[in-house]
Nanobody
Framework: QVQLVESGGGLVQPGGSLRLSCAAS????????MDWYRQAPGKQRQLVAT???????NYADSVKGRFTISTDNAKNTVYLQMNTLTPEDTAVYYC?????????WGQGTQVTVSS
């Protein structure tokens, strides 16, 4: 069983930066993908960024050039570096891992971008 715990959310001013972390416990076997999703109030959950076990990445158009997804395999952790944040980035951010054995979600961490 894989458990995911996110951290790093908070309140930040427009133009600021945050780094989200998602620590995974349990065994994750390849092939897998690790993703960050977000859900703003009244909106559907949106895929933000994806990284595969091979290191390939993909981003939503709205965050390209501003967000970077990365992993530390030794720590079983996936990160989301978010720069040049805008109020439109305000949402609950969720970590997700997809494997052949199943899909797993974290509990979410709130990111609020406001002056």
């Amino acid at each position: 069983q894989v458990q995911l715990v996110e951290s790093g959310g908070g309140l930040v001013q427009p133009g600021g930066s945050l780094r989200l972390s998602c620590a995974a416990s349990g065994s994750i076997f390849s092939p897998y993908v690790m993703d960050w999703y977000r859900q703003a109030p009244g909106k559907q959950r949106q895929l933000v960024a994806t990284i595969t076990g091979g290191g390939s990445t993909n981003y939503a158009d709205s965050v390209k050039g501003r967000f970077t997804i990365s992993t530390d395999n030794a720590k079983n952790t996936v990160y989301l570096q978010m720069n040049t944040l805008t109020p439109e980035d305000t949402a609950v951010y969720y970590c997700h891992v997809g494997t052949r054995a199943g899909a797993y979600w974290g509990q979410g961490t709130q990111v609020t971008v406001s002056s």
